[in-house]
């Protein structure tokens, strides 16, 4: 992990703003989803990537009235459905 030697006070609602050299270094736009978890005593933020919404996968994607439904799910989908 690279320290970039930067700072920043939580306000008074626990926000932080993240610096926009940072954000264009690492390709964050205005507004994008970001995901927060921790690791031992880290918090991380990552690019929120969507998925399957029934499995989370990121693989053979089709998009579907505004939601992304993998490939394999259509096709078990389909088959509980009895179309295969």
Do not use: C, W
Request: proline letters at 1%; glycine letters at 8%; zero cysteines.
């Amino acid at each position: 992990m690279k320290d970039m030697g930067i700072v920043r006070q939580l306000d008074m609602l626990g926000r932080i703003t993240i610096p926009i050299e940072l954000r264009r270094s690492l390709g964050i736009a205005d507004r994008e989803s970001l995901e927060i978890y921790t690791e031992d005593n880290k918090i991380i933020l990552t690019k929120h990537e969507a998925g399957d919404i029934f499995t989370g996968s990121q693989e053979d994607l089709i998009e579907y009235h505004g939601k992304l439904v993998s490939k394999q799910s259509i096709e078990e989908l389909s088959k509980l459905a009895g179309l295969i």
